[in-house]
């Protein structure tokens, strides 16, 4: 059956650096749109990135533009999150998910088949 499941979250100073990693299987990552998105306490789930089914095509929220960086490494069916310049407000629960459909804008949530379970993320000074 198909399974997401994130690592490599955790407890970082404001300014450094994480790489979340997304590992699917039950299906190939590499021909599915996936997405990255969050969700701080009390707020409504955003998304963060995507890579599109065809090509490499990626996009990104404005609060994270330039900073962080979405991926596919084929060979390992593993979709990756690379976040810089960390930030306070960067603090979020963190959802990989794959298989959008196109009928809804990237950002929107219901438009992803499959979820993760989420992994947590919280920078600190």
């Known amino acids: 059956q198909v399974q997401l499941v994130e690592s490599g979250g955790g407890s970082v100073q404001a300014g450094g650096s994480l790489r979340l990693s997304c590992a699917a299987s039950?299906?190939?990552?590499?021909?599915?749109?996936m997405g990255w998105f969050r969700q701080a306490p009390g707020k409504e789930r955003e998304g963060v990135a995507t890579?599109?089914?065809?090509?490499?095509?990626?996009e990104y929220a404005y609060s994270v533009k330039g900073r962080f960086s979405i991926s596919r490494d084929n060979a390992k069916n593993t979709v990756y999150l690379e976040m810089n310049s960390l930030q306070l407000e960067d603090s979020a629960m963190y959802y990989c998910?794959?298989?959008?459909?196109?009928?809804?804008?990237?950002?929107?949530?219901?438009?992803?088949?499959?979820w993760g379970q989420g992994i947590q993320v919280t920078v600190s000074t």
């Open positions: 998910a794959a298989d959008r459909d196109v009928r809804f804008l990237w950002r929107v949530p219901s438009g992803f088949k499959y």
């Open positions: 039950g299906f190939l990552a590499s021909r599915k749109s």
């Open positions: 890579i599109y089914a065809e090509g490499d095509i990626t």
